[in-house]
């Protein structure tokens, strides 16, 4: 099992910036990606940012050159840096860790867990 926590978001103008943060806490061993997803009512939720153990990163296309990730294994932690802020970012961003693990029959499992979520308002 893996809790996330989240923590950011609120209300800001257009062209503001924000940063959340999330911080993971169990099984963390087993945690390959962290990453945050947003997702607006009656829509999907969708990949804003993600990386990897290693540094690699992956970025929706609504937020490339606006957003950066990072992220700090040794406390297991993921920040999404948020500028150049539009209306159209406004969602419930969540906090995802894609977790792959190795049981003692050796099978290969992997799980999504998600953050409660954090509302992200962007508005004049």
């Known amino acids: 099992q893996v809790r996330l926590v989240e923590s950011g978001g609120g209300l800001v103008q257009p062209g503001g910036s924000l940063r959340l943060s999330c911080t993971a806490s169990?099984?963390?061993?087993?945690?390959?990606?962290m990453g945050w997803y947003r997702q607006v009512p009656g829509n999907e939720r969708e990949l804003v940012a993600a990386?990897?153990?290693?540094?690699?990163?992956h970025f929706g296309d609504d937020v490339k050159g606006r957003f950066t990730i990072s992220r700090d294994n040794a406390k297991n932690t993921v920040a999404l840096q948020m500028n150049s802020l539009k209306p159209e970012d406004t969602a419930v961003y969540y906090c995802?860790?894609?977790?792959?693990?190795?049981?003692?029959?050796?099978?290969?499992?992997?799980?999504?867990?998600w953050g409660q979520g954090t509302q992200v308002t962007v508005s004049s």
């Open positions: 995802n860790a894609y977790v792959v693990v190795v049981t003692s029959a050796d099978e290969v499992k992997d799980f999504d867990y």
């Open positions: 169990g099984s963390v061993s087993g945690i390959v990606r």
């Open positions: 990386i990897t153990r290693s540094g690699n990163t």
